[in-house]
């Protein structure tokens, strides 16, 4: 594989790096950021991001190196969407096209030939993680926010014996109930709702599939957008409850959507995937 790093910064006392690589899945360049502690690496968490965010949010604004390297994993954080192409309606809005992937594999003309971001994670990079990094499958974790928060948790559904861990942070649980993920969905997948909830957290616990371990969800209470109906933790809490998926959700009084939010809470969520 013809990977590029393009930039290294010494971080606790491992690599903050930044990478380039030509995918095979959706046929441009794609970028992703690692952390990599010093001495040996236990496992690798896979981050996801949301919404205009790329490969670069997280590894800077998260606060999350310190704690990883004390648990000696490594992290890796892909961009949110392909880049360099002109697709119709793909530079139109925030919340479709460039920077929102939203891990599905788009089936419609034109986006399904680049936009393949649940295969792009779950296939590409996941095979990347063992072949570079020399981390075995048996130690890989996922996590994400917002809309890399509904990557992640239908990701780790969907795929219960290739993620050892799954958490998230204000995730868009059930995309098929709220405008972000109507919009997407009709987008990239067209008007069939059997494909659609494919892609959702909830339907998808409803109709009987289950990861083994605990998902762990930090959902702040004054996120503007749980409080816009686009997130809908409730109906996720729901349908684990009533399926017996094991889950824990913390309302965090008086956080919100960003960065900070995050940061405040990093540090449990890399020892969640550290101890299970």
């Keep these: 594989m013809n990977l590029t790093p393009l930039k290294t910064h010494k971080t606790f006392q491992g690599l ?11 046929k441009t360049k794609m970028k992703f950021s690692t952390f990599i502690p010093e001495g040996k690496v236990k496992g690798c968490v896979i981050w996801l991001s949301g919404l205009t965010c790329t490969d670069e949010n997280f590894i800077t604004k998260a606060g999350a190196q310190k704690y990883l390297a004390e648990h000696q994993l490594m992290v890796i954080c892909p961009d949110t ?35 393949k ?69 009709a987008g990239y997948l067209g008007n069939d709702a059997s494909v659609w909830s494919q ?12 990861h083994p371990a605990k998902i762990l969800i930090d959902q702040g ?9 686009q997130l809908l ?15 824990e959700v913390n309302y965090r009084e008086q956080y919100d959507h960003s960065y900070y939010f995050i940061a405040t809470f990093i540090e449990s969520h890399i020892k969640f995937h550290a101890s299970v």
């Design 16 to 26: 903050t790096q930044f990478w380039e690589h030509d995918s095979v899945v959706t």
């Design 81 to 115: 969407s392909p880049r360099g192409l002109q697709l119709p309606g793909e530079h139109d809005s925030y919340d479709f096209g460039s920077g929102a992937g939203f891990y599905v594999d788009a089936t419609v003309d034109g986006y399904k030939d680049h936009y």
């Design 221 to 229: 209470t004054q996120d503007e957008f749980l409080q816009k109906g």
């Design 117 to 185: 971001m649940f295969s792009y994670v779950n296939e590409e990079l996941y095979s990347l993680i063992q072949r570079q990094f020399e981390v075995s499958a048996e130690h890989i974790s996922i996590m994400g926010h917002s809309m890399g928060g509904h990557g992640a948790l239908v990701l780790g559904l969907r795929n219960p014996g290739k993620y050892r861990s799954v958490s998230a942070f204000s995730p868009i649980v059930n995309p098929v109930q709220c405008p972000w993920g109507e919009k997407a969905f």
């Design 199 to 210: 892609y959702d957290a909830t339907e998808l616990v409803n109709s009987g599939a289950r």
């Design 233 to 247: 933790t409730q109906n996720f809490e729901g349908a684990c409850k009533t399926a017996g998926q094991p889950y």
